[in-house]
C-alpha cells in the first residue's frame, strides 16, 4: 500500500439517525463513493482479483402502521420529537401484543426498530400506571447504556431509568432499588445482585410488568441454558410477590424463533417475524486474500493470524495472505476514502493487530490519520469502552476494529461499510455483523474476508450456503445437569425449593434435586429443600472456565483489564506477549489462585503461541448408527487438557525461535461428543494403508470440526476434537468431536442428527481445495496441539467416502 492510494477528502464527523420508524429525520454530509464504486476501487488494487461472488440485497421499501390508540398523546408525542413519526408494521403488531399481555418475540433484520417494539408497550404502561415497573436485560452492558441513551431521551416523567450493572457506583444503587422504574442490566447482575437480594427488590418486582430480553438469540448454548434458569428464578421471585410479567423478547433473523424464545423463557410466545422497516440496498462481497509466492509464504504470518481457539495465534506459516492483514488494509483504504467502516474480527488480539496496521498504514499516507482509527474489545475498562462510544457516535472516529462486542453493543449510526474478518460461525452473526452498515435506509458495503480455513473457504466458493440458506434455530439445552442443578441451587439460596417449583424448571429437575440432597448441597425438609451452606453456590453463566484474571503493569500496579479465565492459559503464561491498545505488554507471572497475571511493556520481535495436549476417555452413549464397517454415535465423555508448552516466532519471519515449556494445571471437562468408528478392512479396501491412518483420521477431524458451524450455531472454537487409529473404548479408528462447555452445548446433538450432511460438506471442502497436500483451507487447523502432524488430505476424502457410503441419510 503506498501514499497515492489514499486520500484525505471526505473525513468531516457524519451524525445519521437511524431508519428505525416510519419516519425518521436524517442529517450529515452527501454522500462518498457508492458501495459498487468503493468495491470496484479495493478490488483493482491488487494483482489478482480476490473477490468471488458479489451479492446484490435489494432495497426495501418500509410499511407503516397507525398508532396504537393505547399509545397516550405524551407518548407518541415523544417518540415524534425524536423524528418517529410511526411506527413500522411489525413494531406495531408486537408491541400490540405484548400490551395484550401475550409474551411475543419480535425477530426481523438488524436496524428494523425492535426497540420501539417494546419500548411502546412498557412506557405507556408506566405512564398509565404510576406503580408499573420494567426490567430490560441485555447481553452487554455497552448495548444496555445505549437503550438507556434511548429511553432517557424520551424525557418522560416518572420513568426513571437507569442502569445497574457491575460499573453501577454502589452509592447510586439503592436509589435505583427504590426509585427507578425502567431498569436496565443484564443476566450476570440479574443472578449475581438482583435475585439473591431479592428482599430488597421486593417493592420493584412486586409491580413488575414487562421483563425485556433484548438481542434473544445471543443466548445459545451453555450461556444461553443459564440464561433459561436465570429467567425460571426470576419468574419464581415475581410469582412469590404475586407479579405475573409479560415478557417481550427481541432477536435478530433466526430459524424457528418462537421455539427459543419459549424454550429460554419456559413459556409459550409468538413470534413476529415480518420485517416492515425500510431498507437500504446492500453490496455483499466474498473475499479471499490471494494466494502468496512459495518464497513469501514464510513472511505472510506477519502479523500471525490471531483467530485461534483462545484468541491466539494459528500454529502455521499461512498459505494465503493473512485475514487479518488483508482486512487492516481494507480497514485503511476505507478511512482514506472518507468512509465510516466497522471492522469485525473474532478474537480480542486479531482486532488490536488490525487496528494497529491500520493505523501505521494511514500515518504513512497522512501523517494523523491514524488517530481516526481504534480496537475496541472485551476487557477494556469502564472509561475506555464509554469513550470509544463517544469517539465513534460523533464521529471523532472513522474506522473501528471490534470483537462481536460492538455486533450487539452500540446503536451504531451512519457507517457506510462493514469489513467481517472471517466467517463469525452463523449466518445469524453474520447478517447482524453486515446490517450495521446503511443504518440511515442509505446504499451499503459489506465484506466477509475469508480467513484460510476450510469453513471459510467452502463458503465463499458456495455462495448459496450463505445467500441462499435459512438462519440457523438457537440452540440451548435447559436440561442439562451440569447447568440445571447448579441454578437449582441457586434458587434454593433464594427461597426453599418445593415440589411445584421442579415443574417450573423443566425435565430432570426431580433427579438434579436428589443428587443435589446426596451430595449434602440441599437438606430436605415436609416444606421443602434447603440449602445447607453458608456460602452461596459459585455458578459461571458464560461457560468461560471460571472468574476473570485481572492484567496489572508490574511497575505502575495499574489495571490494563481482564482477560476470561478459560482463555487466561492460552493468552497469559508466563513469557505470552499480550497486547492492550497497540501496546505490547509480556507476562512476568499469572496466579491462577488471586486472578492476576502481571506484566510489564515490552516490544519484541518476536510472538506467542501456546500449545497444549488432550485426551478422551468415552463415559457412556446414549445413542449410536450401526452402519455395518461404519458406526455413528452421540455420548458423555471426558476430556483431559493442559498447556504445555508455548514458541516463540520472530514477527518479521515467522520462524520458530524457540519451544519453552510451561507448568500449568491440568484441566477436565465432562461433556458430550459425537464420534465415528470405521472398520481397519474398510479402510484397507479404500486403499488407506496402516501407516497413514493416522494423518487420514486427523485430517477428516479437523476438517469436521471447521465444517459443523455450516449445521450448528456455533464455531470452530465452541468445539474440539480427537482422532486415533485405535482408541481403547472403541478399540477402532476413531473420530472425535465434542463440546467444548460442560454438560454439552447441543452442538454434538446437532451434528448427529445432521451426520450425512455434515460430512459430505466435510468431503467436499477437502476434496475442492487446489492444494495437493492439505492447507488451512481445508485440513490444517489453526489450534493443532500436535502442530498439524500427520495429515493426510488424500487418505481424509477415502475415510469420509467409506462414512458416507456406509452410513444412512
Request: proline share 7%.
Amino acid at each position: 500500500m503506498t501514499s497515492n492510494d489514499f486520500s484525505s477528502a471526505r473525513l468531516a464527523p457524519r451524525h445519521d439517525l437511524e431508519s428505525s420508524s416510519a419516519a425518521t429525520v436524517s442529517a450529515g454530509p452527501g454522500p462518498g463513493p457508492s458501495p459498487a464504486d468503493l468495491l470496484r476501487r479495493l478490488r483493482a488494487r491488487g494483482a489478482v482479483d480476490p473477490v468471488t461472488h458479489v451479492e446484490r440485497v435489494p432495497a426495501r421499501v418500509g410499511v407503516p402502521a397507525p398508532w396504537p390508540s393505547w399509545a397516550s398523546a405524551e407518548l407518541r408525542a415523544a417518540f415524534t420529537q425524536r423524528g418517529v413519526v410511526a411506527p413500522w408494521q411489525h413494531q406495531a403488531e408486537a408491541a400490540n401484543l405484548a400490551y395484550e399481555g401475550e409474551h411475543v418475540v419480535v425477530a426481523t433484520g438488524t436496524a428494523s426498530g425492535k426497540s420501539l417494539a417494546y419500548q411502546l408497550p412498557a412506557l405507556a404502561t408506566l405512564l398509565s400506571d404510576p406503580r408499573a415497573t420494567v426490567l430490560y436485560l441485555a447481553p452487554t452492558k455497552a448495548l444496555a447504556a445505549d437503550q438507556l441513551r434511548a429511553v432517557a431521551a424520551l424525557e418522560l416523567e416518572g420513568v426513571r431509568p437507569a442502569c445497574y450493572d457491575g460499573d453501577t457506583p454502589r452509592a447510586e444503587r439503592e436509589w435505583i432499588r427504590r426509585h427507578s422504574r425502567f431498569v436496565l442490566t443484564n443476566p450476570d447482575m440479574l443472578h449475581h445482585g438482583i435475585l439473591p437480594g431479592h428482599a430488597q427488590w421486593s417493592g420493584f418486582l412486586r409491580r413488575l410488568a414487562y421483563v425485556v430480553i433484548d438481542e434473544c438469540h445471543t443466548y445459545r448454548g451453555v450461556f444461553g441454558s443459564h440464561v433459561a434458569h436465570v429467567l425460571r428464578r426470576l419468574r419464581r421471585q415475581c410469582a412469590r410477590f404475586g407479579a405475573t410479567p409479560v415478557f417481550v423478547l427481541a432477536s435478530a433473523t433466526s430459524g424457528d424463533p418462537a421455539t427459543a424464545a419459549g424454550r429460554l423463557t419456559g413459556l409459550p410466545v409468538t413470534a413476529v417475524t415480518e420485517d416492515a422497516s425500510p431498507r437500504g440496498g446492500v453490496t455483499f462481497a466474498l473475499w479471499e486474500p490471494p494466494l502468496l509466492p512459495p518464497e513469501s509464504s514464510a513472511s505472510s504470518s506477519v502479523p500471525a493470524q490471531t483467530t485461534g481457539g483462545h484468541d491466539g495465534a494459528t500454529d502455521l506459516i499461512q498459505v494465503r495472505r493473512s485475514a487479518l492483514r488483508e482486512t487492516a488494509d481494507l480497514l485503511a483504504d476505507t478511512v482514506a476514502e472518507g468512509v465510516r467502516t466497522l471492522a469485525f474480527v473474532r478474537s480480542r488480539k486479531g482486532a488490536e493487530v488490525v487496528a494497529a496496521s491500520a493505523r501505521r498504514s494511514l500515518d504513512d499516507a497522512v501523517p494523523g490519520l491514524g488517530d481516526r482509527v481504534a480496537a475496541y474489545r472485551g476487557g477494556y475498562l469502564r472509561e475506555e469502552r464509554r469513550e470509544l462510544e463517544r469517539a465513534l457516535l460523533h464521529g471523532d472516529l472513522l474506522g473501528l476494529a471490534s470483537t462481536n462486542a460492538l455486533e450487539l453493543g452500540v446503536d451504531l449510526v451512519g457507517l457506510d461499510a462493514v469489513l467481517i474478518c472471517g466467517y463469525p460461525g452463523t449466518r445469524a452473526s453474520l447478517w447482524q455483523q453486515a446490517g450495521r452498515a446503511g443504518r440511515s435506509g442509505q446504499e451499503a458495503l459489506a465484506v466477509l474476508v475469508a480467513r484460510d480455513d476450510p469453513l471459510d473457504t467452502y463458503l465463499v466458493h458456495h455462495p448459496e450456503a450463505i445467500f441462499g440458506a435459512p438462519v440457523e434455530a438457537t440452540v440451548l439445552d435447559p436440561a442439562n445437569p451440569y447447568v440445571l442443578a447448579p441454578q437449582l441451587a441457586c434458587a434454593a439460596v433464594e427461597a426453599p425449593l418445593t415440589p411445584a417449583d421442579l415443574a417450573l424448571f423443566g425435565d430432570g429437575a426431580k433427579e438434579a434435586v436428589d443428587e443435589l440432597v446426596a451430595s449434602g448441597a440441599l437438606r430436605q425438609r415436609p416444606t421443602g429443600w434447603y440449602w445447607r451452606h453458608r456460602e452461596r453456590p459459585e455458578v459461571d453463566l458464560r461457560g468461560e472456565g471460571g472468574a476473570p484474571i485481572c492484567v496489572v503493569e508490574s511497575s505502575t500496579g495499574r489495571l490494563l483489564g481482564t482477560v476470561d479465565g478459560g482463555s487466561s492459559h492460552f493468552l497469559l503464561h508466563p513469557g505470552a506477549v499480550y497486547l492492550h491498545q497497540g501496546v505490547s505488554y509480556v507476562v512476568d507471572d499469572l496466579d491462577l489462585v488471586d486472578g492476576c497475571a502481571l506484566v510489564h511493556t515490552e516490544e519484541p520481535d518476536w510472538s506467542t503461541h501456546a500449545r497444549d495436549v488432550t485426551d478422551l476417555s468415552v463415559v457412556s452413549v446414549r445413542s449410536y448408527v450401526d452402519a455395518g464397517p461404519v458406526g455413528m454415535f452421540l455420548g458423555e465423555v471426558d476430556v483431559t487438557s493442559q498447556v504445555v508448552s508455548y514458541q516463540r516466532r520472530r514477527i518479521a519471519t515467522g520462524e520458530v525461535i524457540d519451544t519453552r515449556p510451561l507448568d500449568l494445571p491440568t484441566r477436565e471437562l465432562r461433556t458430550v461428543a459425537v464420534w465415528f468408528t470405521l472398520s481397519p478392512q474398510s479402510l484397507a479396501r479404500a486403499g488407506v494403508q496402516s501407516a497413514d491412518v493416522p494423518g487420514a483420521l486427523h485430517a477428516a477431524e479437523h476438517a469436521a470440526i471447521g465444517l459443523l458451524p455450516l449445521m450448528a450455531t456455533c464455531d470452530r472454537w465452541d468445539i474440539g476434537g480427537l482422532s486415533t487409529a485405535v482408541h481403547p473404548d472403541t478399540e477402532a479408528p476413531t473420530v472425535f468431536v465434542y463440546d467444548g462447555h460442560p454438560g454439552g452445548a447441543g452442538f454434538a446433538e446437532r451434528a448427529y442428527g445432521t451426520a450425512s450432511s455434515w460430512l459430505r460438506a466435510t468431503r467436499d471442502a477437502i476434496a475442492e481445495c487446489g492444494c495437493e497436500t492439505g492447507c488451512p483451507s481445508c485440513v490444517q487447523s489453526p489450534k493443532c496441539g500436535n502442530g498439524n502432524s500427520p495429515l493426510s488430505k488424500p487418505d481424509a476424502i477415502r475415510v469420509l467416502d467409506v462414512v458416507l457410503a456406509n452410513l444412512p441419510a
